[in-house]
Every structure is written in structure tokens, then in C-alpha cells.
């Protein structure tokens, strides 16, 4: 199994960077969202033991279901959920989401484990380009890392 981390600084307040996660409507932008896709289900639980669900609808592989369950919610810091994509692998990694104020706003840093080795390349580039997506979500655009 393998662990990565990814960062990334934004212009933002720790507190709105750390809502997007738990919003729907800004939430289904940019997570788990492709330009040429279509979310068609985004919902939040946001409770330590609720569950999320999204679903996008892709034309090179059809619906795409993301889910999870939060395992802790300390807004504006830290937010950590299970994180699994049945279709692709029944098994459930860890995602801890770190957020930390700056003078010029927040750094975000994302750490996934229990990551299966085949897979851990593909999901490092795939929240790099979630993370890059929230910087266009929070100004209400979708993402624009996946191209």
C-alpha cells in the first residue's frame, strides 16, 4: 500500500477553503468533477459517520460514483473521510485533509493512505488537479484542472 501528499496555497480564508468540501453546491464542481462530465449526484452528510456521494456522469466511461464516510470534521482545520470508487476497486483508503491560515490566506495539504500501489500515481494526479479545481469553485466555476 502507499501514502501521498499533495499541497496547495490559496488566496482564500481557511474557513471557506474548508466549507467548499462540505457545500454541495460547490463541492460538486470541483470534486471528483471533469470538464466533459456531468455531476449528476452530490450529496453531503457532513457529520463524523455521515456519508458523501458523487456521481459524474462521464462520456468515456459512464457514471463514475465516488463515496465515503467522514471520520472527522474540525472546521476550518482538518477534515478526514474513507474515500472509495467502487467500480474501480472495492477497498477504502484514508483521506485527511490539513488546512492552516496564512497572511495571504490557507495552505491546504491532502494525504491519502492505504493507497493499492497500482493505483497511487493516478490518484496523486487526480487531487492535484481536485485541489487545483477548488481554487475555480470557490469563485463559482467548475473545474479546470481535468483538461
Given at each position: 500500500?502507499?501514502?501521498?501528499?499533495v499541497?496547495?496555497?490559496?488566496?482564500?480564508?481557511?474557513?471557506q477553503?474548508?466549507?467548499?468540501?462540505?457545500?454541495?453546491?460547490?463541492?460538486?464542481?470541483?470534486?471528483?468533477?471533469?470538464?466533459?462530465?456531468?455531476?449528476?449526484?452530490?450529496?453531503v452528510?457532513?457529520h463524523?459517520?455521515g456519508?458523501f456521494?458523487?456521481?459524474?456522469?462521464?462520456?468515456?466511461?459512464?457514471?463514475?460514483l465516488?463515496t465515503?464516510e467522514?471520520?472527522?470534521?474540525?472546521?476550518?482545520?482538518?477534515l478526514a473521510?474513507t474515500?472509495?470508487?467502487?467500480?474501480?476497486?472495492?477497498d477504502?483508503t484514508?483521506v485527511?485533509?490539513?488546512i492552516?491560515?496564512?497572511?495571504?490566506?490557507?495552505?491546504l495539504?491532502?494525504t491519502q493512505?492505504?493507497?493499492?500501489?497500482e493505483?497511487?500515481?493516478?490518484?496523486k494526479?487526480?487531487?492535484t488537479k481536485?485541489?487545483?479545481?477548488?481554487e475555480?469553485a470557490?469563485?463559482?466555476?467548475?473545474?479546470?484542472?481535468?483538461?
Amino acid at each position: 500500500m502507499a501514502e501521498f501528499s499533495v499541497t496547495h496555497s490559496f488566496t482564500t480564508s481557511a474557513e471557506q477553503v474548508f466549507d467548499a468540501w462540505l457545500d454541495p453546491a460547490i463541492a460538486r464542481r470541483f470534486l471528483f468533477a471533469t470538464p466533459t462530465g456531468e455531476m449528476i449526484r452530490a450529496e453531503v452528510d457532513a457529520h463524523v459517520g455521515g456519508k458523501f456521494v458523487f456521481v459524474d456522469r462521464r462520456p468515456d466511461m459512464g457514471d463514475v460514483l465516488h463515496t465515503g464516510e467522514y471520520l472527522e470534521i474540525d472546521r476550518p482545520r482538518r477534515l478526514a473521510f474513507t474515500f472509495g470508487v467502487p467500480q474501480f476497486n472495492p477497498d477504502f483508503t484514508t483521506v485527511r485533509v490539513e488546512i492552516a491560515p496564512t497572511a495571504a490566506g490557507c495552505d491546504l495539504t491532502l494525504t491519502q493512505t492505504d493507497v493499492p500501489a497500482e493505483w497511487a500515481d493516478r490518484s496523486k494526479e487526480g487531487w492535484t488537479k481536485i485541489i487545483a479545481g477548488l481554487e475555480a469553485a470557490l469563485t463559482g466555476g467548475k473545474a479546470t484542472g481535468w483538461a
